[in-house]
């Protein structure tokens, strides 16, 4: 079946190491995105990408990284330089937003990262 | 992308037809409106969407204003399942899906 597979679905690290959290998807869709999620809120917007080798901030980028080497692939690295990273982080995709017909976003079901 | 404003929660008896209301009276006339959900602990869904007109498919009906300064998610016969919080957003279609989620609705749905 096609979707997004975010892995691990549960991370415990220590305080000031780097995780990365990975984020695939089989179905064919150009662009990618990194959302984080913090309790009772809203999703808001780390990073995404429209294309393979390319990448943009999105409204909370600082203390994270993402490549996107593939376009199946857009991992994404929660540095020691993340002041607040214990959250819920959501990985999805669309077809390349110029040809979309929906404007559909499809998530991951999440990867839950607790910093001790 | 236009400011949504939408009930913090609401509760609605299963079987029974649930409303979620959502106002956005700074919408520009290229601003479509969008409904997704997020059932507790995983990725939202895509529900709906419009523009002017209402819409209809298998899973909710989409009600908006003439003026389009706000609108309706309606869930025909809510089931326990439908318990989720649901997101109203409006962007220009086409020109990038970099969504903007605010704080939602949370339904609940009881027995």
Not at chain 1, 11 to 19: D, I, P, Y
Not at chain 2, 49 to 78: F, Q, V
């Given at each position: 079946?096609?979707?997004?597979?975010?892995?691990?679905?549960?991370?415990?690290?220590?305080?000031?190491?780097?995780?990365?959290?990975s984020c695939e998807q089989n179905l064919n869709h150009d662009a990618m995105y990194w959302y984080r999620q913090?309790?009772g809120q809203g999703l808001r917007l780390i990073y995404y990408s429209q294309i393979v080798n390319d990448f943009?901030?999105?409204?909370?980028?600082?203390?994270?990284?993402?490549?996107?080497?593939?376009?199946?692939?857009?991992?994404?690295?929660?540095?020691?330089?993340?002041?607040?990273?214990?959250?819920?982080?959501?990985?999805?995709?669309?077809?390349?937003?110029?040809?979309?017909?929906?404007?559909?976003?499809?998530?991951?079901?999440?990867?839950?990262?607790?910093?001790? | 992308?236009?400011?949504?404003?939408?009930?913090?929660?609401?509760?609605?008896?299963?079987?029974?037809?649930?409303?979620?209301?959502?106002?956005?009276?700074?919408?520009?006339?290229?601003?479509?409106?969008?409904?997704?959900?997020?059932?507790?602990?995983?990725?939202?869904?895509?529900?709906?969407?419009?523009?002017?007109?209402?819409?209809?498919?298998?899973?909710?009906?989409?009600?908006?204003?003439?003026?389009?300064?706000?609108?309706?998610?309606?869930?025909?016969?809510?089931?326990?399942?439908?318990?989720?919080?649901?997101?109203?957003?409006?962007?220009?279609?086409?020109?990038?899906?970099?969504?903007?989620?605010?704080?939602?609705?949370?339904?609940?749905?009881?027995?």
């Amino acid at each position: 079946d096609g979707g997004i597979t975010q892995s691990p679905k549960y991370l415990f690290r220590k305080e000031g190491q780097n995780v990365t959290l990975s984020c695939e998807q089989n179905l064919n869709h150009d662009a990618m995105y990194w959302y984080r999620q913090d309790p009772g809120q809203g999703l808001r917007l780390i990073y995404y990408s429209q294309i393979v080798n390319d990448f943009q901030k999105g409204d909370i980028a600082e203390g994270y990284s993402v490549s996107r080497e593939k376009k199946e692939s857009f991992p994404l690295t929660v540095t020691s330089a993340q002041k607040n990273p214990t959250a819920f982080y959501l990985c999805a995709s669309s077809k390349f937003y110029g040809t979309s017909d929906k404007g559909e976003l499809f998530f991951g079901e999440g990867s839950r990262l607790t910093v001790l | 992308d236009a400011k949504t404003t939408q009930p913090t929660s609401m509760d609605c008896a299963e079987g029974r037809a649930a409303n979620l209301p959502c106002n956005h009276s700074t919408i520009s006339g290229n601003e479509y409106v969008y409904w997704y959900r997020q059932i507790h602990s995983q990725g939202p869904q895509y529900i709906i969407h419009g523009l002017k007109n209402n819409e209809t498919n298998e899973m909710a009906s989409l009600i908006i204003t003439e003026d389009r300064k706000s609108s309706t998610l309606i869930l025909p016969h809510a089931t326990l399942r439908d318990t989720a919080v649901y997101y109203c957003i409006v962007r220009v279609r086409n020109a990038g899906n970099m969504l903007t989620f605010g704080g939602g609705t949370r339904l609940m749905v009881k027995p």
